[in-house]
């Protein structure tokens, strides 16, 4: 079973362990992953389900601990400390989370346990799925001594990595037994932080995840759009993320656009609204907006496979109402046109009413998909990580 | 009837969508009498059309479209002496940057018409004769048909033709699209033309201009005013010194130098043979070619006149070739004859890096405005047209990569979809759409040219500017190139001299300079003479020749190695032998050598073909055979000759049935008749002449004499000059075949070249990869300023690299001289510290003194496989040990007994395995139609040749590469002496 947007000239975005066992790896056309395995079963990607999921489980782990903090999907660190006297023996409480998200979600995980995120976050690496590693309090440096630097993160940045490899320094243990100091010449401010890792120092806290004021909306593009199409789709995006501002009552204070190339390289453009106003939940001036970060964003030549529009640091609109009836300066005109177009796509569903503009986009297609879309329990492997009284712990499902 | 006054074809480079031969031949096909060609800032075509309209009984109209800042125009030459103006005019839109078209049209340009449809440059060129308005369909020609009327101006109808059919406007913008580095969806509307201008017929024309019937009118009136019988008026090429005088005197007493020069004395052959020559050179009027020719090789000491011109006795006085033509029976008609009407061809070869001096002389000489370099129309081969569509519809360089690497580097866009079909390497490849497409379109870019390139050598002088006869502009790499290729200058009359580069006479000259610096030993290019040494001669019957030029390919080698021949005389036969599609008569050429006895085809060939055992071997073969067989006349047996290497199928048909009627007129049976052409028709693609082979076969014999005796500065300039057919290693690999020691660059003992002394060859610093030419530079020159660098320390303070650099030193093992002790990674944190003191000063645990007292941190050295890695990274090729060493572990494990490459000749007729390295290959196509490649292997022992006939390379072309490691299994094939692989079995390993 595999992930991916469609059908064809689509790439696969995750892969089951099956999957993987035929030789399919992320990254492949779909044709090619369709070829080695023939009965290959293609699933499509939804975030929507996989940020529920992730929420349910930092709910689940909660009975645990009030310090969860998803790092990213299906990672998690725990602050257990304190928890003793609750739940008894780390390692049983670890083994009991582990249980209780295989129980709930299908999902099972590798542990780390250790006095801090990082080796805790290291130890959970070194082990299988269903498999603990608990990492004693003191014994962090010699833990980390004999693996590989790479598992320090941040090392895994071409330059960091390629300087380790020239200067010979490939496991943690050599990395830690140079002078602070002179690492310093060599990564400037980085290697005090490098060296504080190899000796498995991290005094960041377990910090539970604040509400992301953060709307995204996005398309996949599994056939070859022309820029015609491309802006239909882009248009589609931001209707879909202005009808979400309105129905919320949010301007948004910061604009990102994200293209993402057939060959799986990501452009970005992002843009700081300065003048929040209420006219910029209206789909004419996103779209304005929009456009200028598309054009700053797509500059190759190469076929793109995914758009998404997110809006963040969300504010209610502060806007001055017209002091005249027939002065349409402020958009009164398409605040009433939108707001009745809302209500039919409220009433009548989202495909019920689209601009010509995306009539020919594959943006139609896929909201028109969006209401009858089934949600789908998926059991792929994913990390999660548990803290106890000293730092953190760590789950790999 | 209408005439189209404004058409472009493909030679508006990457505008104009069809090519001549379809323009005209729709212009005939709608019953029009007249073509104008008029194509964007230039006459690229322009020989090629009007023969192409001669052909199709079309008369041809010469024009261009000018673009410029301050507008367009097409100018039409209306007399035969108009067209040095307007190629004048071309010349300057290319040359000048300040270009006005308005200014250049305000001046007196007698017998040039102007059409223009912008209305700035109308206003402005008012009053001038001969200006019309252009008047296109539709809505954009309103405005100049207003304009016209209210200046009442006369007006012409075009229809601004971009391509001959409808269907042509997809490959229109496809064009546009390679063009604008863009994309399809994402070309910008007013950069391709509309679907409607196309070559339309009179009545669709003329619907398009029901309110203004006049100016289709004076369309047809301007045409019939234009010249439309172009003629290129004979050879053109300058006097002597400019001096309108006979310079015969001249050229004879330069001869007569030449005389006591090459002979000492004149013998009764050679005066005669000179006179002979002379008299003809007379005769034809080429004593001033001869005398331009010889003066600009006397610029360099080092050079080698080939082609015909080697079967000139006077080429040979006046020091143009090196081969004696009447020692070695060269026959001079080949060269000239009473009956030849152009100018001879002398090509010369120069050093590849000495040319550009040359040409700056040629330029010195004659002056800029009277030389040019000729172009080369650079069009679409199969890679570069499937990779540009497919960028075209934005698909990612790694799967554009996976397509191309399967097709041919040199095959024509035309083959893609047959070698899709047919070629084993294409085997279980699925393209997906939108492939199909892709491939589609990228067949018609065939013939398309894309942009103009220097040819590699061709140059021309003229008696006065050469942008009179043909617009000049400025190659990319600065040089003034004309605007035709070799074939329509030489059609035009413009004469070519070849002054070309030529990698093997670098490394005879830099072989003689370090000869000169080792030993003391001072040899002369043009009087050593080693066609008698016993020790080449043996290298060269050994096929032992890698690196000698022009027999060290596998085929030649191996060829020698049959024949065991190393004199001149056969060297001369081997070279011209060796060619495509020849391999038959090869083996028979082999046979008969060896004494098997044979049969002539025919008696009347016995004579000719005596010296080259009954084989046909060079170009005049052919021709002397067309005539004494077939009762060719000279004129017509040298145009068989031309055509065959110009692989023109249709001539060829026509002389096939010529030749068989003049055999059959002479009662020659049908089936002589077959194998004779069969033999001739060998001789197609590339084939060489008699002079030529002995001219390149005397180069070989010098480069084999310095192997033989000086074999590490031989290899070592090989080498440093780029090599030949082979790798970097694969030189490194035969250097050390012959006892040489090969040393790692250093930073002392290395000079930028590599070097060569004694039993050693010293890697050069130039084959570091990646590393900037000015550090090297740094380097060189400061070392011999200031002497050997003594410590890293030292060179640290004296040339200070940048860190991207040092590591490509450190890491090649460029500095380990002067380590003091320190392993390559504390070197490489010698190098990056002292990049960061600034970040150190910075830092916040710097002692609060400020000293800082740097020790370097104990670090390993890399292990024995990650230096091995930065040898294959930094210098391109592993060179402490034979990369197969790497795969011991593997060879063993796969539990075959391996058969070392050099122990294979005892093992004829077996079936062996061998532990392999891929060194170079060819892939050539049998008579049915399948692919097979010739592959040459090696290992630690010696260099191989295998054979993946069809069946082989079906199963295994896909996992065939060059610099891998393979087991390869097969059976051990013996011919004449030499040995080689049938392979029947290959593992990647």
Redesign the interface.
């Known amino acids: 079973m595999v992930i991916a947007p469609g059908q ?2 689509t790439v696969v975005q995750a892969v089951s362990p099956e999957a993987r066992q035929e030789g399919i790896q992320p990254g492949m ?1 779909v ?1 090619r992953a369709r ?1 080695r395995c023939r009965r290959l079963t293609i699933l499509p990607s939804d975030l929507l389900f996989y940020r529920q999921a992730q929420e349910k489980i930092v709910t689940a782990l909660g009975r645990f601990s009030p310090l969860v903090e998803p790092a990213h999907w299906g990672h998690f660190f725990i602050d257990a400390t304190g928890t003793r006297r609750l739940w008894g023996a780390l390692m049983d409480s670890a083994d009991r989370m582990r249980r209780l998200v295989v129980q709930h979600f299908q999902l099972d995980a590798a542990v780390g346990m250790a006095s801090n995120k990082l080796v805790s976050r290291v130890a959970s690496r070194v082990v299988k799925v269903r498999e603990l590693c608990d990492v004693f309090p003191g014994v962090e440096a010699s833990f980390l001594a004999p693996l590989a630097v790479d598992v320090l993160p941040g090392v895994g940045e071409v330059t960091t990595t390629r ?1 380790l490899a ?4 490939c496991t943690v243990g ?1 990395l830690a ?6 690492l ?3 990564f ?2 980085a ?2 932080r490098l060296h504080r890792m190899a000796l498995g120092e991290d005094s960041s806290p377990v910090v539970t995840p604040k509400a992301e004021p953060t709307l995204q909306e996005e398309i996949q593009l599994p056939e ?5 199409r491309l802006l239909g789709c882009l248009y589609g995006l931001v209707e879909a993320l202005g009808r979400r501002l309105r129905f919320q009552n949010r301007c948004p204070g910061e604009l990102t656009f994200t293209a993402i ?3 799986g390289a990501q452009a970005k453009a992002r843009e700081r609204i300065t003048t929040v106003g209420c006219e910029f939940h209206l789909d004419s001036v996103l779209y304005r907006a929009a456009l200028r970060l598309f054009d700053r964003a797509v500059q190759r ?3 793109i496979r995914r758009l998404a529009l997110s809006a963040a640091y969300l504010q209610p609109p502060i806007g001055q109402l017209a002091l005249f009836p027939w002065d349409d300066s402020h958009g009164g005109k398409e605040t009433k046109l939108l707001r009745a177009m809302d209500h039919i796509r409220d009433r009548y569903g989202n495909g019920a009413l689209y601009y010509g503009r995306i009539a020919q986009s594959a943006f139609r297609n896929e909201t028109s998909e969006t209401g009858g879309r089934a949600r789908r329990k998926q059991n792929l492997s994913s990390v999660s990580y548990v803290s106890h009284k000293f730092g953190t712990l760590n789950l790999r499902f | 009837m209408f005439v189209h006054l404004h058409t472009h074809s493909c030679y508006s480079l990457m505008r104009g969508a069809s090519q001549l031969e379809a323009l005209v031949v729709a212009a005939r096909r709608q019953s029009m009498t007249h073509l104008a060609l008029t194509d964007t800032n230039g006459f690229y075509g322009l020989p090629n059309f009007l023969e192409t309209a001669k052909k199709h009984g079309i008369a041809p109209i010469v024009g261009v479209q000018v673009t410029a800042r301050d507008g367009e125009a097409v100018l039409l030459a209306r007399t035969a002496e108009s067209y040095p103006c307007l190629s004048e005019l071309v010349s300057r839109r290319h040359l000048e940057e300040t270009f006005s078209l308005t200014a250049a049209l305000a001046a007196d340009l007698p017998g040039v018409a102007v059409l223009s449809a912008d209305l700035k440059l109308l206003t402005q060129l008012q009053g001038r004769t001969d200006l019309y308005v252009e008047v296109r369909p539709g809505s954009k020609g309103e405005d100049p048909l207003r304009f016209a009327r209210e200046h009442q101006l006369p007006r012409v109808a075009t229809n601004a033709v971009y391509f001959a059919e409808p269907d042509d406007y997809s490959l229109h913008r496809l064009l546009r699209a390679i063009d604008l ?6 070309l910008p509307e007013d950069e391709v033309v509309q679907p409607g201008q196309w070559l339309k017929p009179t009545r669709q024309m003329a619907a398009h201009f029901p309110h203004c019937p006049e100016a289709l009118a004076e369309a047809i009136h301007l045409a019939r005013r234009c010249h439309t019988d172009w003629k290129f008026s004979g050879q053109i090429f300058p006097n002597y010194r400019d001096q309108e005088q006979d310079h015969f005197h001249l050229l004879r007493q330069r001869c007569l130098e030449g005389v006591s020069w090459r002979y000492g004395e004149m013998s009764p052959a050679v005066a005669e043979r000179l006179e002979e020559e002379l008299s003809l050179i007379q005769d034809k009027g080429f004593t001033d070619y001869f005398l331009v020719v010889a003066d600009i090789i006397h610029e360099s000491p080092i050079t080698c006149g080939r082609g015909s011109a080697a079967a000139s006795l006077v080429s040979y006085l006046l020091g143009i070739t090196h081969v004696d033509p009447v020692r070695h029976q060269l026959f001079f008609g080949r060269f000239l004859s009473a009956n030849r009407r152009d100018f001879p061809d002398i090509d010369v070869d120069f050093p590849w890096n000495e040319r550009d001096e040359v040409l700056d002389f040629v330029e010195r000489t004659y002056g800029g405005e009277r030389t040019a370099m000729v172009a080369n129309h650079v069009g679409f081969r199969s890679r570069a047209a499937v990779r540009e569509v497919a ?9 554009i990569k996976q397509v191309t690497k399967r097709l041919s580097f040199f095959g024509r866009p035309t083959k893609i979809q047959q070698r899709m079909i047919r070629h084993p390497k294409f085997q279980n490849v ?1 393209l ?3 492939w199909p497409e892709i491939l589609q379109l990228a067949s018609r870019l065939n013939g398309i040219p894309r942009h103009l390139s220097v040819h590699c050598g061709g140059t021309i002088i003229v008696p006065d500017q050469v942008n009179r006869y043909v617009p000049v502009q400025r190659a990319p790499k600065g040089v003034r190139i004309i605007q035709w290729e070799k074939d329509q200058a030489e059609a035009a009359g413009l004469v070519k001299i070849d002054l070309l580069g030529n990698r093997s006479l670098a490394v005879i000259r830099d072989t003689l300079a370090a000869i000169r610096t080792n030993t003391g030993k001072n040899i002369s290019y043009a009087q050593f003479n080693p066609l008698d040494d016993l020790r080449t001669q043996r290298l060269i019957a050994r096929g032992e020749t890698m690196g000698v030029f022009y027999v060290e390919s596998p085929a030649m080698r191996q060829l020698q190695q049959m024949t065991g021949r190393g004199d001149y005389e056969h060297l001369v036969i081997h070279s011209s032998i060796i060619r495509p599609a020849a391999n038959q008569y090869i083996l028979e050429y082999v046979r008969r050598l060896k004494g098997a006895p044979y049969k002539s085809v025919h008696p009347l060939l016995d004579e000719a073909l005596t010296e080259t055992y009954g084989i046909m071997v060079y170009q005049e073969d052919v021709s002397q055979i067309a005539m004494k067989l077939a009762g060719f006349d000279a004129a017509d047996a040298d145009t068989l000759r031309k055509v065959l290497s110009k692989k023109s199928k249709e001539r060829l048909a026509n002389y096939r049935s010529r030749f068989y009627e003049g055999c059959r007129q002479r009662g020659v049976s049908h089936q002589v008749m077959e194998t004779v052409w069969q033999m001739i028709e060998s001789f197609g693609g590339y084939s060489f002449c008699k002079p030529h082979s002995a001219s390149y076969a005397l180069v070989s014999f010098k480069s084999a004499y310095l192997k033989a005796h000086y074999p590490a500065e031989f290899m070592a300039a090989v080498i440093s000059n780029g090599g030949g057919y082979y790798s970097a290693f694969a030189y490194i690999s035969e250097a050390r075949r012959l006892g040489l020691q090969v040393l790692g660059p250093d930073v002392n003992a290395s000079g930028i070249n590599y070097r060569g002394k004694d039993r050693t060859l010293r890697v050069g610093l130039r084959q570091l990869k990646g590393m900037p030419q000015d550090v090297l530079e740094t380097i060189i020159n400061e070392r011999s300023r200031n002497g050997p660098f003594r410590s890293l320390d030292a060179f640290c303070q004296r040339i200070a690299p940048e860190p991207a650099a040092a ?1 490509i030193l450190v ?1 090649s093992g460029t500095l380990d001289s002067i380590a003091g002790g320190l392993n ?2 504390q070197m ?2 010698r190098f ?2 002292k990049g ?2 600034k ?2 000063g910075d ?4 002692p609060p003194n400020g000293a ?1 007292s ?1 020790e ?7 292990n024995h496989l ?1 230096k091995l890695s930065h040898e294959r990274e930094t210098l391109g090729f592993i060179l402490s040990v034979h990369p197969l060493r790497l795969f011991s572990q593997r060879i063993a494990a796969s539990g075959r007994r391996i058969v070392p490459a050099n122990q294979l000749h005892q093992h004829g007729g077996r079936r062996v395995t061998l532990a392999a390295w891929s060194i170079t290959g060819k892939e050539v196509i049998t008579r049915n139609g399948d692919p097979m490649e010739f592959i040459s292997f090696e290992d630690e022992t010696a260099i191989f040749e295998t054979t993946f006939f069809p069946k082989a390379y079906q199963r295994f072309c896909q996992i065939l590469d060059m610099n891998r490691a393979y087991l390869l299994t097969g059976r051990v094939e013996e011919q004449h002496g030499t040995v080689s692989l049938n392979v029947a079995d290959v593992r990647r390993l």
């Open positions: 064809g000239r056309v044709a070829r300087l020239e200067l010979n320094l050599e037994a140079v002078p602070p100091l002179l310093g010449e060599i400037g401010a290697g005090q070859d759009n022309n820029r015609h190339y057939a060959d030549r190469l076929r | 580095n863009s994309t399809l969806a994402d960028k075209v519809y934005g698909i990612p360089p790694a799967e699925h997906e759409p939108p590591r890491q390559r990674p490489l944190w990056y510290g960061r003191d970040a150190v830092s916040f645990f710097l800082v740097v370097w941190p104990q670090v390993r050295d890399y990650t």
